[in-house]
């Protein structure tokens, strides 16, 4: 797709993250079906299911900005929830 206007960018970037949520998907789910520690398999189930909801939610938002940052920002706390986890333990 040539990009040549800020919409024409706007949906370039939703079909990227289209994408990113389909590849973390999966990723996500077998991390946490091999995770030992309780939290840790937590975290990753919770981002999974947003994962999942935030896929589904970007197949239809092509156009829709508030969705996009909440997607953004859910993005952002499973990512801050994944490194405090990380820096535990």
Known sequence: MQVTTFKDMYIAE???LVSVEEQ???????MA???SHPALKD?????????????DDSSNLRGDQQALHK??????QADV???QLAKVE
Do not use: F, G
């Open 43 to 55: 975290a990753l189930v919770c981002p999974r299911e947003e994962t999942q909801v935030q896929k």
């Open 14 to 16: 939703l079909q990227e």
């Open 71 to 76: 997607s953004l920002k859910e993005e952002k």
């Open 24 to 30: 973390l998907a999966e990723p996500l789910l077998r």
């Open 33 to 35: 079906n091999v995770a």
């Open 81 to 83: 929830l994944l490194t």
